[in-house]
């Protein structure tokens, strides 16, 4: 069982940047890869990053490609989601995930963290 733990959201203006942390207790984080998902309000959750286990590979929706950024510390059990250039379209929910590979992401889940974007 693995449990994620998300921080770092908050309000900010549309333009800025704001930098998502996830901490998971595991003690085989490099064996998972890990992700990204967003929920707006009155929207189904979408995909928005993924990194592999040892950081090699990372996927992105086109949405977000160009401006935001997943990394991840497997010495600290940490993945974060550097956000630049935040649009209002951005503001949701962010859920912390981690899978099996890039294309099963699915098998454990954060609690969830507001992320608000004004204009």
């Known amino acids: 069982q693995v449990q994620l733990v998300e921080s770092g959201g908050g309000l900010v203006q549309a333009g800025d940047s704001l930098t998502l942390s996830c901490t998971a207790s595991?003690?085989?984080?490099?064996?998972?890869?890990m992700g990204w998902f967003r929920q707006a309000p009155g929207k189904e959750r979408s995909f928005v990053a993924g990194?592999?286990?040892?950081?090699?590979?990372?996927y992105y929706s086109d949405s977000v490609k160009s401006r935001f950024t997943v990394s991840r510390d497997n010495a600290k059990n940490m993945v974060y989601l550097q956000m630049n250039g935040l649009k209002p379209e951005d503001t949701a929910v962010y859920f912390c995930?981690?899978?099996?590979?890039?294309?099963?992401?699915?098998?454990?889940w954060g609690q969830g963290i507001q992320v608000t974007v004004s204009s």
């Open positions: 995930s981690a899978g099996f590979s890039l294309l099963n992401l699915n098998e454990y």
């Open positions: 990194i592999s286990g040892n950081g090699g590979s990372t």
């Open positions: 595991t003690n085989t984080f490099s064996t998972y890869s």
